[in-house]
T-cell receptor, first 112, second 110 residues
Framework: KAGVTQTPRYLIKTRGQQVTLSCSPI?????VSWYQQTPGQGLQFLFE???????NKGNFPGRFSGRQFSNSRSEMNVSTLELGDSALYLC???????????FGPGTRLTVL | DAKTTQPPSMDCAEGRAANLPCNHS???????VYWYRQIHSQGPQYIIH???NNETNEMASLIITEDRKSSTLILPHATLRDTAVYYC???????????FGKGTTLSVSS
């Protein structure tokens, strides 16, 4: 069974640009969560999507948005990039009920 | 979600049991305790979760005190590959909106 995949793995952008990251969950998983990891703030929850609806949201500004498609694939978008958005962005998927989350390898975003 | 407190770091000799404590004194009745670990430069990996009974799987055992205010993750025979940051999380969010703390950095040495 293929794991969670994230594309691209590495990305370099400049301040003010926008970026879209993609996540393909494990087949059959309907929940996709996104996290941001930085050395200073650690792992922080961004949002979670289930059946194309945002079910939970963390404490991030509106520049961070996401969506989920009918095949459960998810994208997250960050607009008007700031230097502080440089981070490892992790996506995780899980099945229904109380289940463990399976994390992807992450996308390393560098904002110059 | 209940706040969890973990020691920042622990050392363990290879082959010995690693016992990682977690305090969650404000946990509510419907919150589960989850443990994840993150090996350097990789995404977190699920280890185990429980509500009030002790749990065991192929990776570890989870011991939850009767009052549920604390728990211990036990790696019975630690190896060098178990060197990682271990996160204890208390949540009622179906395990999908995880609030990670700083975790415990476990260093296993030979």
């Amino acid at each position: 069974k293929a794991g969670v995949t994230q594309t691209p793995r590495y990305l370099i952008k400049t301040r003010g640009q926008q970026v879209t990251l993609s996540c393909s969950p494990i087949s059959g998983h309907r929940s996709v969560s996104w996290y941001q990891q930085t050395p200073g703030q650690g792992l922080q929850f961004l949002f979670e999507y289930f059946s194309e609806t945002q079910r939970n949201k963390g404490n991030f500004p509106g520049r961070f948005s996401g969506r989920q498609f009918s095949n459960s694939r998810s994208e997250m978008n960050v607009s008007t990039l700031e230097l502080g958005d440089s981070a490892l962005y992790l996506c995780a998927s899980s099945g229904s009920g109380l289940n463990e989350q399976f994390f992807g390898p992450g996308t390393r975003l560098t904002v110059l | 979600d209940a706040k969890t407190t973990q020691p920042p770091s622990m050392d363990c000799a290879e082959g010995r049991a690693a016992n990682l404590p977690c305090n969650h004194s404000t946990i509510s009745g419907n919150e589960y305790v989850y443990w994840y670990r993150q090996i350097h430069s990789q995404g977190p990996q699920y280890i185990i979760h429980g509500l009030k009974n002790n749990e065991t799987n192929e990776m570890a055992s989870l011991i939850i005190t009767e009052d549920r205010k604390s728990s211990t993750l036990i790696l019975p025979h630690a190896t060098l590959r178990d060197t990682a940051v271990y996160y204890c999380i208390a949540t009622n969010q179906a395990g999908t909106a995880l609030i990670f703390g700083k975790g415990t950095t476990l260093s296993v040495s030979s």
